[in-house]
């Protein structure tokens, strides 16, 4: 089992839908969680981290948490062309994990 | 603030060859860290810095060396390059941005597109 799993996609969310991206995680000691948002070529660029249990709101994008499940979850509202890209979670235990991402196509 | 650097942006090189990949940062972090990252692999961490004077193995060190010159500064070598170590390369540090937003985490350097022919 993978510290932290993402279903790869592609996502296909049309423009103006709501995107819903997952992760999960397999340690429980696990403290800190990070969205990273990569576009094709380009390096990973931190969008969203969350520490405790529930939502955690920034513009557009919504972290959701849930310890006890151990999966953090990535909402993007009124989804835009320009948010197609690969989205890695990130997790802090000992060391930060990253999942494998989830590639996102936001189509017009 | 510049951030991470790394340098060259680009690299071709024959079977055999040897290189360094350079990168720095300006954010005075004490952690720094090297990924490759191939298609539908993710990012692999190939080793980190944890302070200035130490390195550790991450989990692809086979074939590469780095050395952690100051604070500032890591560095990869590829003694010979091989065709498997055709990837995207990374430097990352951690600490925070010093943004409004920015928070303990790893910032990521624009990236090393190494071919080895």
């Known amino acids: 089992q993978k510290e932290v799993e993402q279903n790869s996609g592609p996502l296909s969310v049309p423009e103006g839908a709501i995107a819903s991206l997952n992760c999960t995680y397999s340690d429980r000691g696990s403290q800190s969680f990070f969205w990273y948002r990569q576009y094709s070529g380009k390096s990973p660029e931190l969008i969203m981290f969350?520490?405790?249990?529930g939502d955690k709101e920034d513009g557009r994008f919504t972290a959701q948490l849930n310890k006890a499940s151990q999966y953090v979850s990535l909402l993007i509202r009124d989804s835009q062309p320009s948010d197609s890209a690969t989205y890695l979670c990130a997790v802090t235990g000992n060391k930060l994990t990253f999942g494998g991402g989830t590639r996102v196509l936001v189509k017009p | 603030n510049a951030g991470v650097t790394q340098t060259p942006k680009f690299q071709v090189l024959k079977t055999g060859q040897s290189m360094t990949l350079q990168c720095a940062q300006d954010m005075n972090h004490n952690s720094m860290y090297w990924y490759r990252q191939d298609p539908g692999m993710g990012l692999r961490l190939i080793y980190y810095s944890a302070s200035e004077g130490t390195t550790d193995k991450g989990e692809v060190p086979n074939g590469y060396n780095v050395s952690r010159l100051n604070k500032r500064e890591f560095s990869l070598r590829l003694e010979s390059a091989a065709p498997s170590q055709t990837s995207v390369y990374f430097c990352?540090?951690?600490?925070?941005?010093?943004?409004?937003?920015?928070?303990?985490?790893?910032?990521f350097g624009p990236g090393t597109r190494l071919t080895v022919l």
């Open positions: 990352a540090s951690r600490g925070t941005s010093g943004g409004a937003r920015s928070t303990d985490t790893q910032y």
């Open positions: 969350i520490y405790s249990n």
